[in-house]
T-cell receptor, first 114, second 113 residues
Framework: AQKVTQAQTEISVVEKEDVTLDCVYE???????LFWYKQPPSGELVFLIRRNSFDEQNEISGRYSWNFQKSTSSFNFTITASQVVDSAVYFCALSEEGNTPLVFGKGTRLSVIA | KAGVTQTPRYLIKTRGQQVTLSCSPI?????VSWYQQTPGQGLQFLFEYFSETQRNKGNFPGRFSGRQFSNSRSEMNVSTLELGDSALYLCASSLGLSTDEQYFGPGTRLTVT
């Protein structure tokens, strides 16, 4: 069965620090998709990235970057030069091929202090 | 393009009552999924609809049901409400596959007293 673990429940950083959010997943499938979502205080989940299991290239989007390592079943998310607006709960999620539902981790609450 | 909309945004109900929540997906999206979010259990999958057919169902009692209409709009219903049903109910839409990006609505905050 698929499972996503976000071991960090809460992280607090000072503005402009870099921060990495960890995500470890379990799946028996060879084809799967990994996602990150951001949930600001307003409650709506905001899609950040989708990555398939065959693409291990790291991805960078502005201050955000993602490191996918199949060898350790991890899909970590780094925010560079964090800002107060980055304060939110971040969820990692996994979907296996075959139209199985999205499975979410418990989330990591990030607080960026000015 | 308009995002996913959910109505109502907030709802207060009494134990034993029933409730219907509505979700309008992004135009062109044919798949709608529902999730329940609580502080204790996190985000849990309820069900998914594609072209008016339920494609997946989570591990929830039969009191939770849903449907999808020909215009892809979806509703979920919870009958005989219990205190534990208090949660944020999120709807997400995608083009078609469960592995596609899912775009979420703002949610309906249900409080059962």
């Amino acid at each position: 069965a698929q499972k996503v673990t976000q071991a960090q429940t809460e992280i607090s950083v000072v503005e402009k620090e870099d921060v990495t959010l960890d995500c470890v997943y379990e799946t028996r499938d060879t084809t799967y998709y990994l996602f990150w979502y951001k949930q600001p205080p307003s409650g709506e989940l905001v899609f950040l990235i989708r990555r398939n299991s065959f693409d291990e290239q790291n991805e960078i989007s502005g201050r955000y970057s993602w490191n996918f390592q199949k060898s350790t079943s991890s899909f970590n998310f780094t925010i560079t030069a964090s800002q107060v607006v980055d304060s939110a709960v971040y969820f990692c999620a996994l979907s296996e091929e075959g139209n199985t539902p999205l499975v979410f981790g418990k989330g990591t609450r990030l607080s960026v202090i000015a | 393009k308009a995002g996913v909309t959910q109505t109502p945004r907030y709802l207060i109900k009494t134990r034993g009552q029933q409730v219907t929540l509505s979700c309008s997906p992004i135009s062109g999206h044919r798949s709608v999924s529902w999730y329940q979010q609580t502080p204790g259990q996190g985000l849990q999958f309820l069900f998914e609809y594609f072209s008016e057919t339920q494609r997946n169902k989570g591990n929830f009692p039969g009191r939770f049901s849903g449907r999808q209409f020909s215009n892809s709009r979806s509703e979920m219903n919870v009958s005989t409400l219990e205190l534990g049903d208090s949660a944020l109910y999120l709807c997400a839409s995608s083009l078609g596959l469960s592995t596609d990006e899912q775009y979420f609505g703002p949610g309906t905050r249900l409080t059962v007293t």
